[in-house]
C-alpha cells in the first residue's frame, strides 16, 4: 500500500512539472519571433522523433536506423486522414501513432529475430526504400506529396496568435506529452526488462522474460512516438512528401540520439536543440566563405556527420550521458 502512495506522489509530482514545463514554453513562444517560434515547432518534433530512440535502442536494444520512414507513415496517414475524412485535426495525430504502431508492430515481429548489423541493415533499406514506394502511389501525392493544413488557430487566441505559434502549441503539447508517458513507461516493469534484455538476452529468458514479444512491443511503442513525430513535422511543413522524410533524416535522427545520450531521455531535448541549430551553423558559415547555394545544401549534412564520429570516438554514450553520471557522481 506504502508502494503505492509513493508511486501516486512520484507522478503527481511529474505532472506538476511538466504542467509547469508547459506553461513556461508557452510564455516564451509568445514573446518570441516568428522564426523562433517555428525553430521551437521543430525542436518539439524532434524531441518526440529522439524518444523513439531512446525507447528502441537505448532500452531494449534495437538498432534501428529506419526512424525516417516511420516518420513517414506517420505524416502520410495524417495527411489522408484530415485530406480523405475532413476529421478534427486531433484524429488526425491519433491515426499517425495507430499507422505506425501497426506498421512497427509489423515489422517489429521480424526483427525480433534479427540484432545487431542485420537489424541495422534491414532498418536501413527501410529508410531508402520507403519513399521511392511513396512516389509510385497516385493516392500519395507521388513526388509533390500531399498537402497537410491543420487551420488557423482559434478565433479566442486573438488576432495577433499567429499561425507558426499555433504550430509551436501544438508542437509542444504532444511533445511534453509524450515525454510523460515514454517516461513513465521507461520507469515501468517494461523499461526494466527492456534493460534487462539488452544487457543479457539469454539471462532474460532464463528468467521467464519472453524476449521476443517485449523487443515487438518496444518496437510498435517507438514506431508510434516516430509516426506522431512525423505528423508534426507535416504540420510544420504543411506538405508530406517523400523528399521530406530521406535517409539524411534517420542518419540526422541517430546523430541527435548520440549526442543527447542514446539511453538518457532527458537528453533528447538538447540533441533536438543541436539538430535545429545546425542549419543555422552551416548558413553562417556559408555566408562567412562565401560558398553560395551549393555549400549551403551539402555543409548541414557534411557538419551531422563530423558531430557523429566525434561523438562516438569521444563520447560514446553521448554528451547528454556523460554529464548526467558526472552529476550522479558528484552527489555520490
Keep these: 500500500m506504502e508502494s503505492w502512495r509513493k508511486a501516486g506522489r512520484v507522478v503527481r509530482k511529474k505532472i506538476a512539472l511538466f504542467i509547469f514545463l508547459g506553461w513556461i514554453l508557452l510564455l516564451i513562444g509568445d514573446r ?3 522564426l ?5 515547432a521543430q525542436i518539439a518534433m524532434y524531441t518526440i522523433a529522439l ?5 528502441l535502442t537505448g532500452y531494449s536494444g534495437q538498432v534501428s536506423l529506419g526512424n525516417g520512414a516511420m516518420m513517414a507513415v ?52 527501410l529508410a531508402v526504400g520507403l519513399p521511392e514506394i511513396a512516389n509510385q502511389f497516385d493516392f500519395l501525392g507521388g513526388v509533390p506529396g500531399l498537402l497537410f493544413d491543420v487551420g488557423f488557430p482559434p478565433e479566442r487566441l486573438g488576432e495577433e496568435f499567429t499561425q507558426y505559434k499555433w504550430f509551436f502549441w501544438i508542437a509542444t503539447s504532444l511533445a511534453l506529452l509524450s515525454l510523460f508517458i515514454t517516461s513513465n513507461i521507461l520507469q515501468s516493469r517494461y523499461g526494466r526488462t527492456w534493460r534487462a534484455i539488452r544487457s ?8 521467464g522474460i519472453n524476449s521476443s514479444r517485449m523487443k515487438i512491443l518496444a518496437f510498435t511503442i517507438s514506431s508510434a512516438l516516430a509516426g506522431l513525430a512525423g505528423a508534426v513535422m507535416a504540420m510544420t511543413i504543411s506538405l508530406v512528401t517523400p523528399g521530406a522524410y530521406t535517409l539524411t533524416l534517420s ?29 543555422e551553423i552551416a548558413d553562417v558559415v556559408a555566408n562567412r566563405f562565401g560558398g553560395g547555394e551549393n555549400l549551403n545544401n551539402y555543409l548541414p549534412t557534411l557538419i ?29
Aim: aromatic share 8%.
Design 74 to 125: 506517420g505524416g502520410y496517414a495524417a495527411a489522408l486522414t484530415l485530406n480523405n475524412l475532413g476529421s478534427p485535426v486531433w484524429f488526425a495525430f491519433v491515426m499517425a501513432i495507430v499507422a505506425a504502431a501497426l506498421f512497427g508492430a509489423f515489422l517489429g515481429t521480424a526483427a525480433a529475430r534479427l540484432s545487431g548489423p542485420y537489424l541495422a541493415g534491414t532498418t536501413l533499406a
Design 304 to 332: 551531422v556527420s563530423v558531430l557523429l564520429i566525434l561523438s562516438v570516438i569521444f563520447t560514446p554514450n553521448g554528451p547528454g550521458e556523460k554529464l548526467r553520471r558526472h552529476h550522479h557522481k558528484k552527489k555520490a
Design 200 to 207: 543479457s538476452p539469454l539471462a532474460a529468458e532464463l528468467s
Design 36 to 40: 523562433r517560434v517555428y525553430q521551437g
Design 51 to 55: 524518444a523513439s530512440i531512446v525507447l
Design 32 to 34: 518570441v519571433d516568428e
Design 251 to 279: 542518419f540526422a535522427l541517430v546523430t541527435g540520439a548520440v549526442l543527447a545520450g542514446v539511453s538518457s531521455l532527458p537528453g533528447v531535448v538538447l540533441g533536438a536543440l543541436i539538430l535545429v541549430v545546425i542549419p
